[in-house]
Each structure stands twice: as C-alpha cells, then as structure tokens.
C-alpha cells in the first residue's frame, strides 16, 4: 500500500470516533492527577511550591518541543502508527513516573508530556481530514471526553490513594488504564497506513502561518487558556485546603472544576458551527472564570459555585481554543500548520503558569496575589476574544 495515498476506510467510522474519544480521555487525565496529590508527593521529596509546579510545568513544554515535528513524523511513518506510538510512549511514561523515585516522578512526566504533545496537534488533522464537514461537532466530542475523563481522575485520586494502601504512586499509576484501552481500541486502524491530511505534506511552501496575526492571536488565546487552566490544575487542591477544606474534598472540587467543563461542550456542540462568529462566547468563557476567580476570594465558603464558574469558563475556551484551528484556517495545509504553530506557542507560553503561580504564592505567602493575576488574564482574555472570535480565516 502506497504511503502517500490516502485510503479510504470510513466503512466502520463508529470504530473510528470511538477511537478518537478513547485518546482524547488519555490527554489530560495524567496531568491532572497529580493536582490532588501535590501535597503527598511534596511532603515524599521535600519539594518546594516552584519545584511541585515544575510537575504540571514539564508536560507543557513538551508540549511546546514536540507539536512541531509531529506532522512531519506522522506523514512519514503514518497517522495511525503515529499515534498508536505516542499511546505506547504514554503509557511508558506513566509506568516510569509511578516507580517512586524523584528522579522517575520528573522524566516519566516529561515523557508524558511528550506523548500528549503529539495526540494534541494529529487530532485536529485526523478529524479534518476524515470528517472534514463535522470538525465542530467532533472537537466538541473529544474535548468533552477529555475534561470528562480529567475530572473523574482528579475526583478520585485521593479516594484511590487511601483505598490501594501504597501510596500516591499506586494512585497514580491507576490512569494507565486509558491509554491501554485506547491502544487496543485504535489496533484495527493499524491495518492502514495514510497520510494524515494533505496539511501534513511537506509539498511545496506555502506563506508561513508564523507571519499571520490571526495565528498569533489563536496561539495567544490558547497559550492563555492553558496558563490559567494548568495553573488552577496544579493549585486548586493546594488552595482549598489552605482555605480548609480536607484533601478528599479538595480533590472532589478539583475534579467538579473540570466536569463543568464538560458543560460548554455539550452545549456549543449543535451551536459552533452554526454561529457566523465566535466572539461573544469568546468573551463571556474567560469572563464567566474571572468570576469563579473573584467569588475564591471575596467568598471562599461557596467554593463549590465559584470553582464550577471557573470550569465551565475555562472549559469553553478551552473547546473554543481547539475549534479555531479549524475554524480560522482556510485549506487543510493551513490547519495542519496552525495546529502545530498554535500549540508550540500556546503552551509554551502556558508553560510558565504553574511554576509561577507556585513561586508568586511563595513570594506573597498566599494565594490572593496568584488569584488576582489569574483574574486579570482572564480580562486580558476577553479583549483577544473579540478579535479572534471574528469570522477571518488565515489564508490559503
């Protein structure tokens, strides 16, 4: 079979999406366990707040280091060997992490990250190329899977500690079960091997997307997302139970915090691709998790209500984030590029949110210094959302 040529294999597209689902739920549930079990890995290794944060850190600059050479590996060797590599290679680095050492705590993250990294920019192409008239509806699809599955984990994390009796690694190593399932889930599509999409050709050049300002201001809106998001994945736990909640219940609320997430997504689903233009939803997501954010400090008793404010928020930029690769690009070749342009800048700017958030909660000795910068992002937020919300697309 000619690895150049696209082949069709959409007689069984139910196997297909439930595939996709399976790694989407893979892509942020390792990350996201951690959070709950901060403090136990802290108290292990006598970590610092900045060296904690360095955890949720790692996976993002991975993320950063990787999406650019996904695409080209993936046309290469093939999309669907591609991914089940990164499935294998996830699967690896939650097995190294969960050894208990410091030194496997930080490379296994690290490889992580690395994995997530290349699912994250192949997916966008996948559903371009195989769904290319549902790219809407199917990234709303996964992105539920994906916070769904963040959430349960965080909500269980603490629970399972106690109930293996062999501490946070034990826990931990619990989220392998997703990529294991996806992996076995995605072995039929080996059978195949297709290029991803005609953007992961390396063709003839095209105008760089790195020169357009709608691709800075989607990296921009993305890198912004996940600084705020992965910053309250890492500390959420850490700042409820400061304010004096149990960590059963921190981590309860931080698994809530992303189940709302899933709220936007089944609500923008039948709505993204009807809209002509996203800039209202745009400005009310960010807006609605600046809310969350003040209601954690000027009344932390109904955390419950802020925290599910600040999820639903930040959950539909999160969607909007990964719909406007889509949605802003005006040929397959040109989603292909942003994808990999939007996320390296994106998290690499997001990188910087957990260690700083650590180390800024270090400097002020609490956590109103972080909330309030947080805050004022999301205003930030709001204002990009005006102008990337609109109906442009980069060019072809």
Known sequence: ???STPVLRLHRPALLIAGILLIAASLR???????????????SFGLSASQ????????LLAFAVVSPVAAPVAHRYG???VLFAALMLLVAGIGVRSTGTATALYTGTCVIGGAIAIANVLLPSLLKRDFPYHVAKLTACYALAMIASAGVMSAVAVPLDRALGAGWPASLAT???LPLGAALLWLPQLRSRTVSAPGLSPGKPRASVWKAPLAWQVAAYLGLTCFIYFAAIAWLPSILQEAGDSSARAGALHGWMQLAGAVPALLL????????DQRWIAFASPALSAVGLAGLLVAPAFAALWVFAFGMGMGSALILSLAFVGLRAGSQQVAASLSGMSQSIGYLLAAVGPTLVGYLHEAARGWTAPLIACAVLCLVMCALGL????????GK
Do not use: D, K, Y
């Open 1 to 3: 079979m000619h690895s």
């Open 29 to 43: 549930a390792p990350i996201t366990a951690l959070g709950p079990l901060l403090e136990p890995i802290r108290a």
């Open 52 to 59: 904690a944060g360095l955890l949720t850190t790692l996976p």
């Open 79 to 81: 999309l669907e060997r």
């Open 175 to 177: 989220v392998v079960l």
């Open 269 to 276: 689903m039948p709505l993204l691709q009807r809209m002509p």
């Open 387 to 394: 102008s990337v919300g609109r109906a442009a697309h980069i």
